[in-house]
């Protein structure tokens, strides 16, 4: 505070003249405390108007820029970036060369304000590339606790739950959904639109082009069901009289030769109504895109 005070001038009269110089050196002292604070490098880039919550660690070489939003005890690593209109959230870890929020590969996009919303808890490993909305206003967003391997890409207007694996080079296109408790396979690719199911598997290098059912384990080129995910439901604690009742639902469903709308008739004729399966035909009845089956 010395350092600050040692600006100031006083009238005839004793009182205080603040001058250019104390302007100057209250900005610079405030910039000192705050890295103090946030344990950011000295060789790390954070524009003006970067708000950067205590306990934030930022690596050297890191650029974040005027506008992103960095929440408590998170962990920039070298060389990574954090731009535009990107929201961390806390306690999450960017590995290096990791790029967050630059403009979404998109033609239509023309420098329109969008966001990219990322959870707490969440590791982004390096290479990873995640692009903000491509409309006014629009958000791509990220929830809590998921990791997503090095090379992954999430595109614009993409929604991801919580909890989720994305293997290394797993791909979104644009406007993606991935529920919570999904695994996708390493250098798996989504097309745009479609919808991934939630505690599903996704095969490691295959080409999804339709929606993802819940509870399924799907691989394939194009991706198709295989069979139920028992391992993930055992996992998530779906006692053993549900997870029967699902792989008698996947067996009319997708094995028995069924058209779609009659093998839900069938199912909700022979099994007894409960919140998993009433989900399950919810999800297939609302898709847009169709089902890998």
Known sequence: ???????????????????????????????????????????????????????????????IGAKAKIKKDTEICPFAQILGNSEIGSQCKIFSHAVIGSPPQDLKYDGQESHVFVGDNNIIREFVTVNPGTDEGSNTTIGSNNLI????????????????????????????????????????AVHQFCKVGRLSIIGGCSKVVQDIPPFSLCDGHPAKVRALNIVGLRRSDFSKDKIEMLKQAFKILFFDNHPLDSAKEKIKGSLPSCSELDYLIKFLSSSKRGISK
């Not at 919550?53 to 690596?59: A, F, L, M, P």
């Open 1 to 63: 505070m010395g350092f600050i005070l040692a600006f100031i001038r006083v009238d005839i009269r004793g009182n205080p003249l603040l001058t250019q110089e104390f302007y100057i050196a209250r900005v610079l002292f405030s910039d000192i405390i705050r890295k103090m604070a946030t344990n950011i490098h000295p060789q790390a880039i954070v524009e003006p108007g970067a708000q950067i919550d205590e306990g934030v660690k930022i690596g050297p070489f890191a650029i």
């Open 149 to 188: 391997m090095a090379y992954s890409h999430i595109a614009h207007d993409c929604i991801v739950g919580n909890n989720n694996i994305f293997a290394n080079a797993a791909t979104l296109a644009g406007h993606v959904e991935v529920e919570d408790k999904v695994v996708i396979g390493g250098l798996s």
